[in-house]
């Protein structure tokens, strides 16, 4: 059992080339060539100037507007932020996943380990989906297939990209699940999801997620569809897999307590841009956009009073067809001026390492210290 | 489960109970007996054959009578061939009738279903079109008029199959295609609507996201689950198609029970037209078990006990 693990992660390097046919090997270094990208040394996955826009009836919606990050080898991201405002759509763009119609990559450089993945052929990217980047979705319930047993679905991508024979992906597959916490692995194999409760579904999740080793996790809200006991165990254990494996993870979530527990580095969105980035203690000690202030703000209290109203930010996100050339949280932001209806602040560098805010009254010179 | 199927079937005889009191009530209650005809016969003659057939007794007699035929499996005389039980006829045309069904529903499945999935992978584009078109075609084309085409093209000016009787393959061809251009819309427009909704499907991204091949992904994932609402509509076609078609039978001229249907209410031919009744509920009635068990086949979620 431990030594086909270890097998496994000693594809450690580009794994790609390890693992895949001559064809991916061909793929990921035309890649590379085509596009002249260097391999980061540290940084696993970098995203620079990504726009992912929807083309509906009503208008083009900028989902993703200019977004850039990165996300370093083993470390954990956060990204945070209220529905609609580009979170999950940033998750699928990195796994070219977003549904197409309606919606479309329409700029941006997506480089996962040294590989352009939008210059990719559909084949190449086929590829590395699952064996390199790993998918966690919300709910867990519907995120799985209700026909198929759960020993066949975690098999699935370990027999698409590893070539184990069945007997091997069968062994793995209940390695997998003794991994993830499940009891007597081996007699639930032949178990449909309905035959779990909702965490054993999200472990299941976290299985395939992790089934051909990825470096890279997509945790799209894990845990909202759970109940309150069951997110701490299920954040707990994409927190220890992840760090015995050395597998980075985006964490998306709209909880900034999930955020700060679990994630090395938080981006926080709103309205398809990031509005403030940087490690988690800097932007919990000294948050630098009145967004995040809100988010922060809006985390219910143990010293709260009982039967007192839940804080909320005021408002909704704005649309995002043609937003206009402003501050996107100005309308909802109590210390809105004229600059920011008047102008888009940019992300600009604040106190602390790698922090970084839109917002022109936390500027140095602003109305706000 | 074993005791489930046997309930199952077991409902099936209030069913046919039920629909045979109904139509037997109705059936006497249209105005008409099975001696009328063009030339009237004599009051005298007539009650004497009412005599001889029992249809002098009240209606509830009659009906027990029949009944008491029916569970023994006598379906009466013919009051219209009079030399020839209802047994006979049924007996003779029965088996072509279901060959032509079945073949009929075998092509329906096997045009319809892959029709409607190409239609949904090819979704508002050519491939969609086409199908959606041949679908409308063939919903909205009466069975008489795609016979008839048939007849004058693969018959008449190409001269590759015989149009009419039931001699061996060749005649089989054109009934069959001409039987199953209904069903075959029908089932790839639910097929086509099935895929679509299971396409937006989480479970669908999830597969996607594992680096499957499409195919993986359509074929596993996408066209097991779609074809659950299919089969429920699988079922009343089967039954439909196997009882037999007026329309088909008599342009093709083919020695089934499907004409039945209309000449024994013309001639007030009462048991045969009991029979006939009787048949096509037992058909749907139990293709509505097959479909259930089938649910349970395809879909873990469904279990009975």
Known sequence: ?369 | MITYLARRILWIIPVLFTVSIITFTLMHAVPGGPWDSEKRLPQGVQNRLNAQYGLDQPIYVQYITWAGGFVQGNLGPSYRFKDRTVNDIVSDGIWTTVQLGVMAFLLAVFVGIPLGIIASLGHNRWPDYLSTSVSIVGISTPSFVLAILLIVFFGVQLRWFPTSGWKGPPNWVLPTIALAGFPIAQIARYTRASMLEVTRKDYIRTAQSKGLRDRAVVIRHMVRNALIPVVTILGPILAFLVTGSFIIETIFAIPGVGRYYITAIGTRDYSLLMAMTMLYAFAVAFMNVVVDVLYAYIDPRIRYS
């Open chain 1, 1 to 369: 059992m431990e030594q086909s693990d270890a097998d496994v992660s000693t594809a450690d390097l580009p794994s790609i080339i390890e693992l895949s046919p001559d064809e991916a090997r061909r793929a990921s270094s035309e890649a590379v060539i085509e596009t002249g990208a260097k391999r980061n040394a540290d940084k696993l996955l970098e995203v620079r100037g990504l726009k992912t826009q929807f083309f509906t009836a009503d208008g083009v919606i900028q989902a993703v507007d200019d977004v850039s990050f990165d996300v370093g080898y083993g470390e954990t991201l956060g990204l945070v932020g209220e529905s609609g405002c580009g979170k999950s759509v940033s998750a699928l763009s990195i796994a070219r996943l977003v549904p197409d119609p309606p919606g479309k990559i329409v700029a941006g450089q997506i480089l996962f380990d040294g590989i352009d993945i939008l210059k990719l052929s559909n084949e190449a990217m086929r590829k590395l989906r699952g064996k390199e980047i790993g998918f966690i979705f919300q709910d867990p319930l519907t995120s799985l297939n209700p026909t198929l047993t759960i020993g066949y679905q975690i098999s699935e991508a370990i027999r698409e990209h590893m070539g184990l024979s069945p007997r091997a992906a069968r062994d793995r597959v209940v390695e997998l699940l003794a991994k993830v916490g499940i009891p007597r692995p081996a007699d639930r194999l032949k178990d449909y999801p309905h035959q779990f409760s909702g965490g054993m579904r999200q472990r299941v999740m976290i299985a395939i997620a992790l089934s051909c080793d990825p470096k890279l996790i997509l945790a799209d809200e894990p845990t909202t569809a759970l109940d309150v006991t069951i997110q701490a165990q299920i954040l707990e254990l994409i927190q220890r897999l992840s760090h015995e494996f050395g597998t980075a993870v985006l964490l998306i979530t709209h909880d900034l307590g999930i955020a700060a527990g679990m994630c090395d580095r938080v981006n926080v969105m709103y309205a398809g841009r990031i509005v403030e980035t940087g490690t988690v203690d800097t932007m919990f000690e000294n948050p630098q956009m009145p967004y995040a202030w809100g988010l922060l703000d809006s985390l219910p209290r143990i010293d709260d009073i009982r039967g007192a109203k839940l804080r909320t930010i005021e408002g909704l996100p704005p649309l995002l067809i043609s937003p206009p050339d402003a501050c996107r949280f100005g309308p909802r932001c109590r210390y809105v001026r004229d600059i920011c209806r008047e102008d888009e602040p940019e992300l600009t560098e604040r106190a602390g390492e790698g922090h970084f805010a839109r917002c022109w009254a936390t500027e140095p010179g602003g109305w706000i210290s």
